[in-house]
């Protein structure tokens, strides 16, 4: 490893790089993440192993139907949620090269239902499908997806084979159907989609993939879709990449020896240049119209991957969220798989980051990666509901760059891939702290039953 330490190589006090031109977009510095500790405010308690409420399925990445609002819909009283899902006899490095888009429907918040494959297998863009965000107009009655489509189709190395090598391009897409049927005993998504890439990485704002890179060192995914209730106009947030020139940053890569890290997305050569990215909607009718924007707030010489970015309002403040990975962060800065927050006090606002340094969410230290990919939900006045998925358990740090190198009997044993408890986090203006924990992939709507505590 031929990282050089972050801190001792600011540009300045704020953490911006010498000679970036990133002035206006708002920094997640070296300064505040230098400042990450666990505590009783943001661990996240110990889980029991959940039972396998989907046999034969592991889910990761979940998202839930909202309303335009942001508001968790209720489409004639049920709940629906969408998740990336695999075969589980799959090892679980390899989920994301085969991931696919299932839905769930509950009347509880709770019992979820399998529904089943969201998109006829070959039918939507890219070579697979990774996370998303999913809105319903209940007036239209329509359904949209905003998903990653990664890699190509027409690939013509078939990733569901071991070992072949597969492409990791990213781009935005929207999917737009009318198909969704409720009865009284389910809900059913068929039929076709209308799919359109509808945005791609420019290079300027966004590493392209050529810039990067080969690997999985760039993102340009996790489209996230919000209205400002502030303007009415709508937005995508994204987790995306700064370019960077050579030499722009000192802390710009990391030299790592092949399969150091096989577990995970930060190779050799990869820059700590996350941003959490921004789209405008060109068009009050068209809902694939959008155009770049500069990023929400970048993490220059902080971290590499900004993951699932996402706003909840609450109390006139825009609370601004993502998950991040230890393995993501450089050398000299230590932070745990977990979520990040930021506040400001409108949309495209000077950020500053929760609890002074953004740790908002901590998997506990005997338990590192426990859970991951956190994504939040209004709850109650002034408390959010955060969902997640059952990661790995009993992997020591020591096993940090090394999950694929385990034993496979190890990796498939230790691999959760259920819906985590879901997490009530307060929030007190730049403060927050974890008050509650829920049923398993309990999700609140105006209709979800009160949930089981499982604390
Ligand atoms: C987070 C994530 C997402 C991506 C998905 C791929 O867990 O890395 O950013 O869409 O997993 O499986």
Known sequence: VDTVAADEHQGDETGTPNGSESDQTPAWTVEAAGQIELNDANTIPII????????????????????????????????????????????????????????????????????????????????????ASAVWDGDSEELFMFYTATGRSGNPNDPRGEGIDITYEQRLAL??????????????????????????????Y??????????????????????????????????????????????EAQDLEPGDYSSGVAATGAQ????????????????????????????????????????????????????????????????P???????????????????????????????????????????DDNQIAVLSYYNYHDLGDDTLTGVGNLPREDQMAKFGGTFAPTLVVELDGASTEIVDTLDGGFLPSENSNPPIDTM
């Open 48 to 131: 029991r192993r959940l039972d396998d409420s989907f046999p034969g399925l592991h889910v990761w990445d979940t998202w839930p139907l909202r309303d335009r609002d942001g508001s968790v819909a209720s489409v004639n009283g049920w709940s629906i949620q969408f998740a990336l899902t695999s075969p589980s006899g799959v090892l679980p490095g390899k989920r994301h090269d085969i991931a696919e888009i299932r839905y769930f429907y509950s009347r509880e918040g709770y019992d979820w239902h399998l529904g089943g494959p969201v998109f006829v297998p070959g039918s939507a863009k890219g070579n697979r499908q990774w996370a």
């Open 337 to 379: 798989d977990g979520m990040y927050g930021f506040v400001a006090d409108s949309l495209q606002g000077d950020y500053e980051p929760l609890n002074g340094s953004g740790l908002v969410l901590a998997n506990p230290a005997d338990q590192p990666f426990q859970t991951y990919s956190w994504m939040p939900v209004p709850y």
């Open 206 to 251: 966004y590493q392209t993939q050529e810039q990067a890179g080969d690997g999985i060192i760039y993102a340009f995914r996790d489209p996230w879709y919000f209205e400002d209730p502030e303007s009415g106009n709508r937005y995508l947030v994204f987790e995306g990449n700064t370019p960077l020139e050579p030499g722009e940053a000192n802390c």
């Open 272 to 335: 700590f240049n996350g941003n959490i990215g921004l789209a405008v909607s060109t068009s009050d009718e068209d809902m694939s119209e959008w155009e770049l924007r500069p990023p929400l707030l970048e993490a220059i010489c902080v971290n590499q991957q900004l993951e699932r970015g996402n706003i909840v309002v609450m109390d006139d403040r825009y609370y601004l969220f993502c998950d991040s990975h230890k393995f993501t962060f450089p050398q000299g800065l230590d932070g």
């Open 175 to 204: 999917a737009e159907g009318t198909s969704l049927q409720t009865t009284r005993q389910g809900v059913r998504i068929t039929g076709e989609w209308e799919h359109e890439i509808i945005l791609t990485a420019d290079g300027e």
